[in-house]
């Protein structure tokens, strides 16, 4: 996970997980219009998973 990942998540959580998947996008976008921190911590959870 790069820095500029981290700062994209930070700013647009959606636009930071665009190639994880369109699942992941979805929930993350959702979670985003629920609260802002919600789809931070979502983006970054995504982001920090060594499987993907």
Do not use: E, Q
């Amino acid at each position: 996970m790069g820095i500029w990942r981290v700062i994209l998540s930070i700013f647009c959580p959606p636009l930071a997980v665009i190639d994880k998947g369109c699942g992941s996008i979805i929930i993350v976008f959702l979670l985003w219009l629920c609260g802002w921190v919600p789809g931070v911590i979502a983006a970054l959870v995504i982001l920090n998973n060594p499987r993907r």
